[in-house]
C-alpha cells in the first residue's frame, strides 16, 4: 500500500514531528547541540592557532569551555 500526501499535508506533519522530538528528547538534542559548537570552538581554535602560533591541548579545551558558558 502507498501512501501520497500533498505538499501542503507534509509541512503540519513534519512540525508536529519536529516538536515531538523536541519536547520528548531535550536531552538529545542538547547533545547534538553541544557537540556542533565544540567542533566550531575546536575548528576555529585550530584556525587560529595556524596564523598565529600553536595551541595547546588545555588551551583549546578551555576556549571550548568559555564558549559553552
Same mark, same amino acid.
Given at each position: 500500500? #502507498? %501512501?501520497i500526501l500533498k505538499d501542503q499535508e507534509i509541512r503540519p506533519l *513534519? #512540525? $508536529?514531528i519536529l516538536c515531538k522530538l523536541l +519536547? #520528548? @528528547?531535550k536531552d *538529545? *538534542? @542538547?547533545e547534538v547541540i553541544t557537540e556542533v559548537i565544540e567542533d566550531v570552538a *575546536?575548528?576555529?581554535a585550530i584556525a587560529e592557532g595556524r596564523k598565529n602560533k600553536f595551541v595547546t591541548k588545555e588551551e583549546v +579545551? $578551555? #576556549? %571550548?569551555e568559555s564558549k559553552l558558558k
Amino acid at each position: 500500500m #502507498e %501512501i501520497i500526501l500533498k505538499d501542503q499535508e507534509i509541512r503540519p506533519l *513534519l #512540525e $508536529e514531528i519536529l516538536c515531538k522530538l523536541l +519536547l #520528548e @528528547k531535550k536531552d *538529545l *538534542l @542538547k547533545e547534538v547541540i553541544t557537540e556542533v559548537i565544540e567542533d566550531v570552538a *575546536l575548528s576555529r581554535a585550530i584556525a587560529e592557532g595556524r596564523k598565529n602560533k600553536f595551541v595547546t591541548k588545555e588551551e583549546v +579545551l $578551555e #576556549e %571550548i569551555e568559555s564558549k559553552l558558558k
